[in-house]
């Protein structure tokens, strides 16, 4: 991977201040008096636009290659949606698997941002943890999101990258739960277990996610109807949420029938 690649999925090549209106510099543009001799500049517009201009990528790449998958999609149709002409799209993202990847990255940082924006409810520490995975899973069983998450799996064989891409956006999703997970436990007592020191947070945070999300995650990138999986989040994460917190405690707990997870 190079390094204008890795700068792309790292977000550096994003900017994500809000930028100012294209349209509106194009006609102050027009409506600025020319000398009869002046070059009238046609190339890049100022820097202060280009956050808008990778948005446009951005946005038109994902519609083409939700639509057309990565081999059918071409720069071509993803130049003219976007507004922005090949050369462009080529400065920011070397190949059209880089594009892909920043597209992808994009989704992930959107999705997790939301996450981040979700304060844990509830009175107790297991409700806490059960607004934290259900908010996951809203955040995440979104059509768009599942369908660019099955694209990204199918083309991972040809294009390996795409494999490296998949475990940053579940390296960035990890550390920002751990976060609240180390949060949540710093004021109860179950802080105090090894699950939740500062050496094993992480892996414990996996073991959350792979508990409470993922099996979700795999059901609908298996094809299950979104609105039924949306539907049965509540009592999944209620019924998950007390076998995770018994497992950091090293406590046996015995499931009452019926009460498996999924």
Known sequence: MDRTTALALDGQAIPQNARPNMEAWQAQEKRRPKPKNETVRVGRPPREFAGEVDERILDAARQVFLERGLNGASIDEIARIARAGK??????FPSKEALFMAVGMRNARAAVGRFEGDEPTGATLEEKLVSVGANILKRFLVADTIDYMRLSAAEARRFPDLAKFGQMARERGIQAVGQVLAQLAASDPIGAFPAFA??????????????????????????????????EIDDHVARSVPFFLAACRGVTVERSPGTDAQ
């Open 87 to 92: 050369p462009t799209i080529y400065a920011r």
């Open 198 to 231: 500062p050496k094993r947070v992480a892996e414990t945070t996996r073991c959350f996610i792979d508990l409470v999300v993922t099996r979700f995650l795999l059901r609908a990138m298996f094809g299950e109807d979104l609105a039924q999986l949306r539907a």
